[in-house]
RNA sequence: GGCGGCGUAGCCAAGUGGUUAAGGCGGGGGUCUGCAAAACCCCUAUGCAGCGGUUCAAAUCCGCUCGCCGCCUCCA
């Protein structure tokens, strides 16, 4: 298997040393509710996840939580709340949002505000060591004392653009960042050997990944935003720490989504939520929408193209559907496996891995028309879409009494049907797709499903 | 200023040196059906932003030009 190193820029053989794959993947800072970026983040690496276990690697999957950050304080004292409610709200919500949206959960879940001796621990150790000092309650991390910063990025610190905010009287040198900040009157803070404070945003992720994933991640992942500063950031920080060096051994960045021209991000306010976007889509549907275009590729935000994904996915669903003749010719689905595994296994080719199950679905309606065996086809489809993480399921949300008006008028419409009386039989359809209700008249009776 | 990426059919999007340029959506024609729906069959890029170059061979490598985006500041 082949994965694609932000490190190294190329794609490299993957080999974790042991049988558990150690990945972290950067979370959420919980001061408001997800939006489609992260959908197309978090479901990019499910689909990974589900992938590397599909070929028997068992995955530790952590990702975090910020749970303390000044946008979390800010939002608090906006709306007159204890900062810690903000986030067990915003916590709740992002379960809510990424159990409708299919994405397996991690193994686990850390919170920076529940690692705060091994994040104190780590700072002490980077004093020690000569790679941090101490300014006016605060602590900074020297850049200057790694040579190595800067190779995630590949860029080095002489070119990197200093800007007006970068420089402060408390810092050595502009590139150097927080790794304790020293509490303001009436902010959360924590006891510390530098005093009351909190932990900067880069430490957390070391402390977190060191801790429940050991000196060396397999993978780490995240947006691509967070190249720079923060995974950069973090290897400083950890390869210091540790002295182990790699601290990862495959960085993985998702490409960012683009809202027309724009990305979309909480800054500039152009902003589709999870929920919003399931109003209107399917979670298949966006699923499909995301893995259609190439994990490490920017993708622009399009309704229409959420709706032909929608489409797609019907396709799907109706090809589970379809009817073979048991213990006939059976339809060979192994080809497709292959090429499914092949595409995959190659920095995880999701657009080709669907085109291949899109051809079996091909292959599965084939074989139905043929009146062949397409049970084991069906099989595989479904096994496979279980590693992309699709439950093709319908979406019939209906009471068991709607449920019945709606076979019954089914049955008085085949009645009609019998009876030659097309126009009464057109016009119970008709009733039906008010109600939101398409039918299908088959040689082995009626069908219906909830129109989209 | 530095670093990175993108430009492929009406739309979305694979392909990164060599058979007919994946797949989905949409559109057109046909089969089936009382009619629909679903499904199946056929068609829908002599061309991959443009211009040069390397090569027996390029969407794919190199150079330049044009257009677009991201990061260097919180961000998946």
Known sequence: MKIYNTLSGQKEEFLPPGSEVKMYVCGVTVYDVCHFGHALSYISFDVIRRYLEYRGYKVKYVQNFTDIDDKIINRANERKIPWKELVETYIAEFYVDIDALNIKRATIYPRATEEIPKIIEVIQTLIDKGHAYVSEGSVYFSVKSFPGYGKLTHQSPEDMRVTETSVTETKEDPLDFALWKTAKPGEPSWTSP????????????????IKHLGTTLDIHAGGQDLIF??????????ECYTGVEPFVRIWMHNGFLQMGADKMSKSLGNLVTIKQALERNSADAIRLFIISSYYRMPLRYSLEALDAAEAGVERFRQALKAEGKQGAEAVDADQFKVRFIETMDDDFGAPQAVAAMFDLVREINRGSEKGMDISRAQAMLKELAGVIGFTLQEEKKLTPDEEKKIEELIAVRNGHRRAREWKQADEIRKQLAELGVAIEDTSKGTTWKIAR
Not at 201 to 208: L, R
């Open 194 to 209: 530098w005093g009351e404070g909190r932990p900067g945003w880069h430490i957390e992720c070391t402390a977190m990944s």
């Open 229 to 238: 500063p923060h995974h950069e950031n973090e290897i400083a920080q950890s």
